[in-house]
C-alpha cells in the first residue's frame, strides 16, 4: 500500500554552540515545523501555509520548504503531483533553525509519499537549498541535525562534507526565545573578515573540546567549551539584554550559556532538568526585566532521531 | 625499598597534526629521549649529556630536562639530591617533540625517585618550564602527549587545561625525519598574524573532525581532517621537497599527510602497517631524490601509554 498523506515533524536545532560557528549543530526536541503532504493526481506541487502567529511566504516561489519539495518533483518525475500543507510552528528568524525545520519536513515528507528513493542523508542536498534560499548561502548547520538528529558536524561546505558526532550520553538543553527578531544576514554581515590567528587557535581548542564533550556527554566539558571569543563578541548587542542573561544563567548553574545559531536566542547547558528549569526561568524573567521582551524557553536533550514521520496514511 | 635508580623513556610526539595547530599532539612509539636519575647524599642536581650525534647543551642551565628537573627539586626539597644523565637519543629541531621528551622524562624520573609525590598528570606543569626554555613559550602540544600517551587536546593555555582524547583504536602513523633542522621560533615568526575567517571555519571544521576520527579511530576520516589551511601553507618553504613527499605519500596509499610539529618531520597516515611501509619508503625516497637529504622512518600506532619507567633499582 503506497502512502497517500505523509505527517512529518522536524525538530529545532542549536546551530554553532558557541565555538562551533558554522560547523556544529545538534537537533533539539521542539519547537519544530510540520509539513503533510498528499498526492494529487495532477503532476507538480500545490502549497499552502498554515499558521496563526507567524509571517511566512506562501507563495510558493518564496517560501523554502516549496522550494525544496519541487526541487525534488523536478528531479525524481513521480507519475502523480502533490499538495503540501506547511504548519508554521516555529518562529522564524529565531536562531532556532526554522527555515531549516521547514525544510527538512518538506524533503522528509515527499521521499516518503514517493515510497522513499533517497536515504535520509540524501535528502541533505535538498534541504540545504532551502537555506540557500533563506539565507543566501547553503548552510546545513541547522538542516544537517534536523533531518539526522543527534549533533552534526559540517567539516566541509565543498564538497558538503557531514560528519555525525558518535553521542554516549547528553546532558540537558536550555533555549530561550525572546520575541526579538535577529537577520541572519545582518548577524552574518556584522562578523569580522580577518581574524586573530591567536582568537582562532583558542576557539578551534574550544571547538575540539566541545566535540570531546559532546561524544561523552560531558556537560562540564561542554560548558566551558562552547566560549565563542569571534562570532559571539561581534553579535551580543543585536540581542538585548544578553550579558545580563548570560550571567543569569550562569549564576542560575548553567555550566555554559551561548546564542543559539545568529540569535536571538541563547542556550545554556545544564547538568539536571531540575536545574535546567530554573536557569530557563531565570533566563525569561532576565529577558523581561532588562529588554522588556517576553521569551519562551524550551527544555531537552539532545534529539537523537531528528526529523520524524508523524503519521502515514494510504487512503 | 625506596628507588636509588630510575631509567624513564619518554617518546616522541606528532603534534599540530595538520589542521590541530597548537592544540592537538600524539606519542607514536619512537623515537624517543631516556634520562637516567639517581639520588646522591649531596642537595641539588648534578647533570650530564650522553649522545653520539646531537649537539645538546650540557651546561644544566641550558638544557631543558635539568631545567625542569631543577625546579621540581627547588618545590619539592627532597632530603637528598638527584645525579641525573639524559641519553639524547632524538634528534633536535626535528617536529617531533625532541625537548619535550628530554623535559617529560626528566620530571618523571625525578617524581619517581621521590617517591611520587605528584600524579603524572601534574607534572605537565613542570615539563611546560621546559618549553617555555626551548622555545620561549609554554607549548603544551608534545609535551602532554609525551607525558601522558594517546592523543591530548590542549584546550587552553590560559588556564593551561589539557583534555584526553578517548580513543578507541589507532590507524598506523608513518613520521619522516629528514636530515635539516627546522627552528621552531622560525618556524613560528613566519606565521600570519591575522587570519580569514573563512580559513579558520574551514579548519575548525576539520579540527573538529580529526577530533571524532582520532577518537573513533577513523583513518579516512583521520586523513582527510589533517589538512592544514594556515600553518602548513606558510611553512612549507621551510622543508625541501615538501610538496613532492606529500604527493608521493598520498600516491603510495596514505590517507593523509601534513608536517609533524613545525617540521621538517612529516607524517601520513596509512590503514595498514604493510601501507605504512611502503608510505615510508616512497617518503624517504622522495625527500632523497628531490632535496637531496637522507631520512628515518618510524612507523606506529599511538602510543596510549606515554612516557613509562624502563627500570627502578634500588640499590
Tied chains: 1, 2.
Excluded at 560547523?23 to 503533510?36: N, S
Excluded at 495532477?42 to 510558493?60: N, T, Y
Excluded at 510552528?89 to 527538512?104: N, Q, R, T
Excluded at 558538503?160 to 546532558?171: A, G, N, R, T, Y
Amino acid at each position: 500500500m503506497k502512502a497517500k498523506t505523509v505527517t512529518v515533524f522536524a525538530p529545532a536545532t542549536i546551530s554553532n554552540l558557541g565555538s562551533g560557528f558554522d560547523v556544529l549543530g545538534i537537533a533539539i526536541d521542539k519547537p519544530g515545523d510540520i509539513v503533510v503532504a498528499a498526492r494529487r493526481r495532477e503532476p507538480g506541487l500545490s502549497f499552502s501555509v498554515k499558521s496563526d502567529k507567524v509571517e511566512v511566504p506562501s507563495d510558493p516561489a518564496k517560501n523554502v520548504s516549496a522550494h525544496v519539495a519541487s526541487m525534488m518533483l523536478d528531479e525524481l518525475k513521480p507519475p502523480f503531483g502533490v499538495e503540501m500543507v506547511l504548519h508554521k510552528l516555529m518562529p522564524i528568524g529565531s536562531g532556532l533553525g526554522s527555515s531549516a525545520a521547514s525544510s527538512v519536513a518538506a524533503v522528509v515528507a515527499v521521499n516518503e509519499l514517493l515510497s522513499r528513493p533517497l536515504k535520509r542523508r540524501d535528502l541533505l542536498r535538498f534541504a540545504v537549498e532551502g537555506e540557500r534560499k533563506a539565507s543566501g548561502t547553503p548552510h546545513a548547520d541547522n538542516v544537517a541535525p534536523s533531518l539526522l538528529g543527534g549533533a552534526q558536524l559540517i567539516r566541509s561546505y565543498l564538497p558538503l562534507d557531514v560528519v555525525s558526532i558518535p553521542i554516549l550520553k547528553s546532558p540537558v538543553w536550555v533555549v530561550v526565545h525572546p520575541h526579538v527578531i535577529v537577520r541572519t544576514e545582518e548577524a552574518r554581515s556584522i562578523l569580522p573578515y580577518m581574524v586573530n590567528l591567536s582568537a582562532a587557535v583558542q576557539q578551534w581548542g574550544n571547538v575540539a573540546g566541545l566535540t570531546i564533550g559532546l561524544a561523552t556527554g560531558d556537560a562540564a566539558l561542554i560548558g566551558k567549551c562552547v566560549e565563542d571569543v569571534i562570532a559571539e563578541p561581534a553579535r551580543i548587542h543585536l540581542v538585548p539584554g544578553f550579558v545580563k542573561v548570560k550571567d543569569a544563567a550562569l549564576k542560575a548553574g548553567a555550566v555554559g550559556c551561548s546564542l543559539s545559531g545568529s540569535g536571538p536566542s541563547m542556550f545554556a547547558v545544564a547538568t539536571s532538568f531540575k536545574a535546567a528549569r530554573a536557569i530557563g526561568r531565570t533566563m525569561a524573567r532576565t529577558f523581561s526585566r532588562i529588554a522588556r521582551v517576553q521569551s519562551e524557553v524550551y527544555i531537552s536533550r539532545i534529539n537523537f532521531k531528528g526529523a520524524r514521520i508523524l503519521s502515514i496514511r494510504s487512503r
